[in-house]
């Protein structure tokens, strides 16, 4: 072990890197922002650091353990706070868009753009000529990150210490242990928590590795979960919830109570294959109780309220909004021009949808909404809105393309 880390040293200092006089480093407490802090000095000659940390929802207890870390690293963070910024500016879009990108609520991925122009902006104001980050060479971070940076800091240099030094996870955790840094990891790979999601070991999991029960921390495993079902009501305006069980709310508490009641019932678990950036898979860990709530019931009122042609439309919109938040590009022109058009359709996404939460399940109850299309005097079987023999003359002339195919086929076939 000690030849491992001896080598690793030397791997260090063998290794060219561009150098800095000050630095702002985006710093998490984590075990990559928290090697950048030691090697900023030690390797990058940084004169000046500047830790900055970003408070995007991911609790009071980590953002303590982050501060209380900082201190072992001879670091005093600059916290800068912008959950209610996170749900007003960025989470409410996500809902809004039914965000998922193959099934993930792309919460990391909104989250490190939003960081990134927060120290980017900091970066230029404290003087800086660079700005340091933890990503990985294989990872989706560092595209995110890079792209921010450049939008709003182009002239600042971009450090990244684990690709520059090529290092695996091993690799990190022994030269941690050799400079003294604390690890404090769950898993291998560590895990990024905000408001609306949690990821686990991003990039690290094997292909049938099981996960321990104590892993989660909203979701409870099947035997935990509770035994009886759990009513929930959500009042939405203009496509944003608004109210939890007739009680207005900020969206951020609405998120935060329906993270314990629906984990509480084993919901939100995500375990899937993700294609990358790169275009590369990895199985992806998450649990997201909050948003597979918020997402199914504003999907549902959706479908309740707007027409078919906007939904039909929209759902295209949806999955290309996702596909570039998750590629670094929340603040492209395309994505403004998607959001501009997601606004428009969410004015009569307003109501009130009530569903029962029970064994990993959500089942939909009752929907109320002045803005509803669903009228079953007209459409019901059982009303006599309109003379059906009306629909005889319709019905065949749009069948007709269908008779003009029969016959080409008949023709051909002879």
Avoid at 266 to 272: C, F, Q, T, V
Avoid at 289 to 304: G, I, R
Wanted: charged fraction near 20%; charge should be negative.
């Amino acid at each position: 072990m000690l030849a491992l880390k001896s080598k690793l040293l030397e791997k260090i200092d063998a290794t060219p890197v561009k150098t800095a006089k000050k630095v702002a480093l985006a710093y998490s407490g984590g075990l990559d922002s928290s090697l950048c802090a030691v090697l900023a000095k030690e390797k990058y000659q940084v004169q000046e650091l500047f830790a900055i940390t970003v408070d995007v929802g991911q609790g009071q207890d980590e953002m303590d353990a982050a501060i209380q870390k900082a201190k072992v690293l001879g670091i005093t963070p600059i916290v800068i706070d912008v959950k209610q910024e996170f749900a007003d500016l960025w989470l409410s879009k996500a809902i809004q868009a039914n965000s998922s990108y193959e099934g993930y609520p792309v919460s990391t991925s909104m989250t490190r753009q939003l960081i990134a122009s927060k120290i980017a902006l900091l970066a230029l104001k404290l003087g800086c000529d660079a700005i340091m980050e933890g990503s990985s060479g294989k990872g989706n971070d560092q595209y995110r990150m890079h792209n921010v940076f450049k939008l709003f800091a182009p002239q600042l240099d971009v450090l990244v210490p684990v690709r520059d030094f090529d290092l695996t996870r091993g690799e990190e955790e022994e030269l941690s242990k050799e400079l003294g840094i604390p690890i404090t990891e769950v898993m291998q790979g560590g895990d990024d928590k905000t408001l609306w999601c949690r990821s686990l070991a991003s990039g690290a999991v094997g292909l049938n590795q099981p996960i321990p029960d104590h892993a989660w921390l909203w979701l409870k495993p099947p035997s935990q979960t509770s035994s009886m079902p759990t009513q929930v009501s959500v009042k939405f305006d203009g496509g944003v919830p608004v109210a939890l069980d007739g009680t207005e709310m900020s969206l951020p508490e609405i998120v935060s109570k329906l993270n314990v009641i629906a984990g509480s019932h084993g919901i939100g678990k995500i375990d899937i294959f993700e294609d990358g950036i790169m275009g590369l898979k990895s199985r992806e860990l998450y649990e997201a109780p909050a948003a597979a709530v918020l997402l199914k019931l504003h999907h549902d009122l959706e479908q309740f309220t707007l027409t078919k042609e906007e939904l039909d439309f929209k759902a295209g919109v949806d999955q290309k909004w996702a596909y570039l938040v998750y590629h670094g590009a929340w603040f492209s022109p395309l994505k403004d021009a998607l959001d501009a058009f997601i606004q428009t359709t969410q004015a009569n996404v307003s109501g009130t949808v009530t569903a029962k939460l029970f064994h990993g399940t959500i089942d939909l109850e009752s929907r109320q909404s002045d803005h509803s299309l669903f009228f079953p005097e007209i459409r019901g079987l059982q009303s006599r809105s309109f003379n059906q023999q009306l629909c005889g003359p319709a019905a065949q002339i749009g069948g007709l393309p269908w008779e003009v195919l029969a016959r080409r086929m008949s023709k051909v076939a002879h």
